[in-house]
Nanobody, 123 residues
Framework: VQLQASGGGLVQAGGSLRLSCAAS????????MGWYRQAPGKQRELVAT???????NYRDSVQGRFTVSKDNAENTIYLQMNNLKPEGTAVYYC??????????????????WGQGTQVTVSS
């Protein structure tokens, strides 16, 4: 399963961006998808997750400003980011937990990361 992230860019504080992450490749079922970010010199951290049942989870600092959603038909997850702050500057990565199926239709669990998209918020 390949993950392709897009939508990053440069925005002023208070502005908005929408990130997308499309999953493709073979027969698979997405179990959960999420967004993480990594600022320079810092560890990668969870931003938001979305399960196949629709339940969401956000880190406290983005609660109320970021919204994660999905398009099941397109196997795509989105992250709408509003009221962006300079501390949100980071490379944003999407991650997916999925099940792929071999020629016997046996499910095999796996996970993967997208390539990252840069978000820069100027003050």
């Amino acid at each position: 399963v390949q993950l392709q992230a897009s939508g990053g860019g440069l925005v002023q504080a208070g502005g908005s961006l929408r990130l997308s992450c499309a999953a493709s490749g073979g027969r698979f079922t997405i179990v959960a998808m999420g967004w993480y970010r990594q600022a320079p010199g810092k560890q990668r951290e969870l931003v938001a997750t979305l399960s196949s049942s629709g339940s969401t989870n956000y880190r406290d600092s983005v609660q109320g400003r970021f919204t994660v959603s999905k398009d099941n038909a397109e196997n795509t997850i989105y992250l709408q980011m509003n009221n962006l702050k300079p501390e949100g500057t980071a490379v944003y990565y999407c991650k997916a937990d999925f099940m792929v199926y071999d020629f016997n239709q046996t499910p095999i669990a796996g996970s993967g990361w997208g390539q990252g998209t840069q978000v820069t918020v100027s003050s």
